[in-house]
Nanobody, 115 residues
Framework: QAQLVESGGGLVQPGGSLRLSCTTS????????MGWYRQAPGKQRERVAA???????NYLDSVKGRFTISRDNANNTVYLQMNNLKTEDTAVYYC?????????WGQGTQVTVSS
């Protein structure tokens, strides 16, 4: 199974910013869609953002204009830049790599937005 390694979670005040990173293998990164998902306590996991190998992006409505997903092909890394964070963004954030057949998940990183 492909390995996805995340970093960048932490504690931030409302209105602040964080950048999450997810690094995987070149073979996966080249052909897979990369995405960020989140799950808050007692809630279903939801897709926050995704980016295809060709650079097409998609965002959850509640994060549009605040979050940006991008990929660095040289380092096999996908990023989630999170600006103007709100308390309701608090969740465990998971990196995912998928195609039509396979799906791989990172271990998750905690993001807490609190004053």
């Amino acid at each position: 199974q492909a390995q996805l390694v995340e970093s960048g979670g932490g504690l931030v005040q409302p209105g602040g910013s964080l950048r999450l990173s997810c690094t995987t293998s070149q073979s996966v990164f080249r052909l897979y869609t990369m995405g960020w998902y989140r799950q808050a306590p007692g809630k279903q996991r939801e897709r926050v953002a995704a980016i295809t190998s060709g650079g097409i992006t998609n965002y959850l409505d509640s994060v549009k204009g605040r979050f940006t997903i991008s990929r660095d092909n040289a380092n096999n890394t996908v990023y989630l830049q999170m600006n103007n964070l709100k308390t309701e963004d608090t969740a465990v954030y998971y990196c995912r790599a998928n195609n039509l057949i396979y799906s791989y998940w990172g271990q998750g990183t905690q993001v807490t937005v609190s004053s």
